[in-house]
T-cell receptor, first 114, second 113 residues
Framework: KAGVTQTPRYLIKTRGQQVTLSCSPISGHRSVSWYQQTPGQGLQFLFE???????NKGNFPGRFSGRQFSNSRSEMNVSTLELGDSALYLC?????????????FGPGTRLTVL | KQEVTQIPAALSVPEGENLVLNCSFT??????LQWFRQDPGKGLTSLLL?????REQTSGRLNASLDKSSGRSTLYIAASQPGDSATYLCAVAIYNQGGKLIFGQGTELSVKP
């Protein structure tokens, strides 16, 4: 099976712009989660989508949003970018069909805000 | 509030040594615990997952243990190799919080030839 894919891999934006990141989960996986990774804060949970519904949300401002499509692909959007949004954004997918819900991560999207 | 701590933050060992990485968590009501490896600038690679009902899992030279009552997990790496150099992260999943993982800050491992 192909792994989790994320596009684009790298992005450079300026403050005030918006950005959309995409994540394609492993085939058959219904849960997609998003994380932000920075040197200072480490890995922080943004939100999780399951069967097109947001199931859980972290402590991020409303500028961060996401959605999931019927094929389980997910997008996250960040509006009105700030310098502090520069980070590696990772998505993870999980089957969520048994007790063994191992999560698999994509390679990430490196976002730089200038 | 669940907090995950990893000690040490960094570790440097000569090739061939056996080593132990530590992970502790404050709330024992976890669903599972997962160990990951991250190479610089890359995504996370899943190493081992331990269900809350399990005590340990093994994969090749890796062995992970879980003691829920004390809020601790260890990752044992046998006969370390330079290729094991990476940051190792542990993460816990909590009941009734779906797929949300709470991560530790990681242990940066360097194995010297």
């Amino acid at each position: 099976k192909a792994g989790v894919t994320q596009t684009p891999r790298y992005l450079i934006k300026t403050r005030g712009q918006q950005v959309t990141l995409s994540c394609s989960p492993i085939s058959g996986h219904r849960s997609v989660s998003w994380y932000q990774q920075t040197p200072g804060q480490g890995l922080q949970f943004l939100f999780e989508y399951f069967s097109e519904t947001q199931r859980n949300k972290g402590n991020f401002p409303g500028r961060f949003s996401g959605r999931q499509f019927s094929n389980s692909r997910s997008e996250m959007n960040v509006s009105t970018l700030e310098l502090g949004d520069s980070a590696l954004y990772l998505c993870a997918s999980s089957p969520w069909d048994s007790d063994y819900n191992e999560q698999f991560f994509g390679p990430g999207t490196r976002l730089t805000v200038l | 509030k669940q907090e995950v701590t990893q000690i040490p933050a960094a570790l440097s060992v000569p090739e061939g040594e056996n080593l132990v990485l530590n992970c502790s968590f404050t709330d024992s009501a976890i669903y599972n615990l997962q160990w990951f490896r991250q190479d610089p600038g890359k995504g996370l690679t899943s190493l081992l997952l331990i269900q809350s009902s399990q005590r340990e899992q093994t994969s090749g030279r890796l062995n992970a243990s879980l003691d829920k009552s004390s809020g601790r997990s260890t990752l044992y790496i046998a006969a370390s190799q330079p290729g094991d150099s990476a940051t190792y992260l542990c993460a816990v999943a909590i009941y009734n919080q779906g797929g949300k993982l709470i991560f530790g800050q990681g242990t940066e491992l360097s194995v010297k030839p």
